[in-house]
């Protein structure tokens, strides 16, 4: 493959007609949510668009994040890397390791320093000066700071390298924190979820390729193409809230009929995502559809937010008794959740003052 190829000319060298090219621009500007007319435009920018490339870095994770970028399907996770972006260092996917591994990644920094995409996932531990977790002998605190200074943007894949997740629940024996608690310098996108959505990570990517930018963001960094609407007003139950039916159990004859879960601990109201629009599954499902409330995991501390199975707080009373008109009831939600929505701009200014390995020690 040429080096300074355009992914045009790449395409056409491995045979992809026009007509399969469009194809895929059409997908990827309905997958970001531009308008038909659009299309042209995305053909336009992917014709002359180079091959970035793309460092994904994973700390205190699961490999969950991972495992949902490889059940991506449009565009497909082979797509992307093998001609789209050019993955240069992944833990979890690449062929090399050990000192091999850390050459990739040093090269990659040095040929494309300024330019590169870095793709963080897990939370950064700082507690015993990083000693909680460390890759070739490097903290992870050093290793972003290291392979962050040559990044032209950074995507904090996941929940965890968006707010911390699960390692910064409460107790946090590790003083996990964000990529954006340590890294105040550099354009970051934050695509929270336990884990995010396959096409939502790529189509994130998607959008940097056909741009050559970071998609518009909301108060805490999330692109407002995914994360714009919450799940509650695109659900497909809402109509059975807006009436004041909901399922008392998990299998009584509402649950059954598909009435409202907000009884049972849905998260929707006060959850942004993309869950009840893109879904799961190449689109087959999400969680409310398969009977199950939201657990609000793409929202800040979501783990330490309550009961997952206790009721968003708001003041309309027992939610057992409707006795006030469904309107004031959904407008009684609405305000709990802009009411949150304040809190999480609060957390989110707090989260950008940055933090030291010395500032997690007092604390603990």
């Not at 390298?161 to 629940?169: D, M, V």
């Not at 799940?231 to 009436?243: A, N, T």
Request: aromatic residues 8%; contains cysteine.
């Amino acid at each position: 493959m040429a080096e300074h190829e355009t992914l045009g000319e790449q395409l056409r060298r491995q045979g992809i007609s026009r007509r399969s090219f469009l194809k895929f621009c059409a997908a990827t500007a309905s997958l970001m949510a531009l308008p038909p007319g659009m299309v042209g435009a995305v053909a336009a920018a992917l014709e002359k668009a180079r091959r970035p490339s793309v460092i994904w870095l994973s700390f205190q994770e699961c490999t969950g994040c991972t495992e949902s970028l490889t059940r991506s399907h449009s565009p497909t996770i082979e797509s992307l890397i093998f001609g789209a972006i050019s993955l240069d260092y992944h833990h979890t996917l690449q062929a090399a390791s050990g000192h091999a591994a850390e050459a990739a990644r040093e090269q990659a920094m040095h040929d494309a320093d300024g330019s590169y995409l870095l793709l963080v996932d897990g939370s950064i531990p700082l507690g015993q000066g990083g000693a909680y977790s460390t890759i070739a002998g490097m903290t992870n605190l050093q290793m972003l700071e290291d392979t962050a200074k040559g990044a032209a943007a950074i995507v904090a894949v996941g929940s965890c390298a968006a707010f911390g997740g699960l390692p910064h629940a409460d107790p946090n024996p590790t003083g996990a924190v964000a990529v954006s608690d340590i890294i105040t310098d550099k354009p970051i996108i934050n695509v929270p979820g336990c884990p995010p959505i396959p096409t939502v990570i790529t189509g994130v990517l998607a959008h940097y390729l056909t741009f050559g930018s970071i998609p518009p963001l909301d108060e805490l960094g999330r692109p407002l193409m995914f994360f714009g609407d919450s799940i509650h007003d695109r659900c497909y139950r809402r109509p059975f809230y807006d009436k004041g039916l909901f399922a008392k159990t998990f299998d009584d004859e509402g649950a059954r009929d598909g009435w409202c879960l907000y009884e049972l601990g849905c998260k929707g109201p006060t959850t942004h995502n993309a869950c009840a629009t893109v879904k799961w599954n190449e689109g087959t499902s999400f969680p409310i559809e398969s009977g199950h409330p939201c657990l609000g995991c793409s929202e800040p501390d979501f783990w330490d937010a309550g009961s997952f199975y206790n009721p968003v707080p708001a003041p309309i009373g027992d939610t057992g008794k409707w006795a006030v008109p469904a309107v004031a009831a959904g407008a009684a939600v609405g305000v709990a959740a802009g009411l949150y929505g304040r809190k999480r701009k609060a957390d989110a200014q707090a989260r950008r003052e940055p933090l030291t390995v010395k500032d997690m020690e007092d604390k603990s």
